[in-house]
């Protein structure tokens, strides 16, 4: 008889994004093994909302399923008996945004700070009732640490159906593809725009914070040279993503301390270099300056000129682009890795060898 996984997540709803490509990923890949059940609690992380869906949250108790794996935030909060976090990041404006100037709350901080406490609080709890603790990357890690003293081993997410990214060739534009918000920083890549002295294109591609777009973005497409460099798709399928990763110079990210990043991940795949930021987090877990990609202050001026020496000298593009992705090919980012890990062998043992030769045989495959 197959053991009984339930995946248990929150949910922003009409948001998309890397949590959610996360857990349906992880939910198709056990449901090959197990019997899998996904679920997503709605939760928005509006400080007026907050405390009643955790309180909601809370009174979840989930008698069913031999192990429960949570993630996004407050989904640790159900109760279980065997529950397991893969812990993607908390609710940032109250941990390491909190005096930052992308604090979308920060004229507010004074009325937050007992709500900020009581999150913390909250995460403290219900996170050491976990029977193990994973995070997303090493600096996820380091935040669980900081901030909840709590350890944590990293358990990469792995790119599904990687082998469907390629390299098409190095046509005349770089390609930033990532929801379009505050965190995300497309603003700083735009408005570099305005001091490159080549001609190329910048293509952003991605769900539309409007709230963000209209403050931050609107604005600098009244220059008509931002304007006419500048491509803006909003939600693209991914079939277009792959497509426009393929054609690229190179992929430009400048998120401000991601907390992984699967652009970077998909872009080596896809054999392209990654331009990000002396601060933009996870990303930084895989770029290595002039190997794979080139990590540049995180300025309009820095960005423009960082984009035209890589169009200036194209030949180290590609010679980066094919670094990349001989370096992705060496790392353990497998869901073979991840699913010995987060289901644990002394409860599946019988299933674990299984699993890895039937994985190891298709990815070799």
């Not at 031999?66 to 941990?95: C, E, G, Q």
Request: aromatic letters at 12%; hydrophobic letters at 35%; charged letters at 30%.
């Amino acid at each position: 008889m197959k053991k009984k996984i339930l995946i248990v997540s929150t949910k922003d709803p009409f948001t998309k994004g890397g949590d959610s490509i996360l857990i349906d990923s992880l939910a198709q890949e056990l449901s090959k093994y197990f019997e899998t059940e996904k679920i997503y609690i709605p939760f928005s992380t509006s400080p007026e909302l907050i405390e009643e869906q955790i309180e909601g949250i809370r009174k979840l108790k989930f008698n069913y399923g031999d192990i429960a794996i949570t993630s996004r935030p407050l989904s640790y909060a159900i109760k279980h008996h065997n529950k397991i976090v893969w812990f993607m990041h908390h609710i940032r404006y109250l941990y390491d945004l909190w005096d930052s100037e992308i604090n979308p709350y920060k004229k507010e901080k004074n009325k937050l700070n007992e709500l900020r406490k009581k999150v913390m609080e909250y995460d403290n709890k219900f996170l050491r009732e976990c029977k193990k603790v994973f995070s997303i990357s090493e600096n996820v890690k380091k935040r669980l640490k900081k901030y909840n003293n709590i350890d944590s081993e990293v358990l990469y997410p792995p790119v599904t159906n990687f082998e469907k990214f390629k390299n098409e060739g190095y046509e005349d534009y770089f390609f930033f593809p990532s929801r379009i918000a505050i965190n995300k920083r497309q603003h700083i890549a735009v408005e570099a725009l305005k001091y490159t002295k080549k001609d190329y294109k910048l293509i952003l591609a991605g769900q539309i914070d409007e709230k963000y777009f209209n403050r931050k973005i609107k604005p600098l497409l009244k220059d008509p040279e931002i304007n006419r460099k500048v491509e803006i798709l909003g939600y693209i399928p991914e079939e277009k993503k792959i497509e426009l990763y393929s054609r690229c110079l190179a992929v430009l990210f400048t998120p401000f301390d991601e907390d992984y990043g699967y652009i970077t991940i998909e872009s080596f795949y896809s054999s392209k270099m990654v331009i990000a930021t002396t601060d933009s987090g996870g990303p930084l877990e895989f770029i290595k300056d002039g190997y794979n990609g080139i990590i540049t202050n995180p300025d309009p001026v820095s960005i423009a000129k960082t984009m035209d020496w890589i169009f200036e000298n194209k030949h180290k593009a590609i010679e980066m682009g094919n670094n990349s992705k001989q370096y992705i090919l060496t790392k353990s980012l497998s869901w073979t890795e991840v699913i010995s890990k987060l289901v644990p062998p002394n409860f599946f043992e019988k299933f674990i060898n299984q699993i890895k030769n039937i994985m190891v045989s298709r990815e070799r495959d």
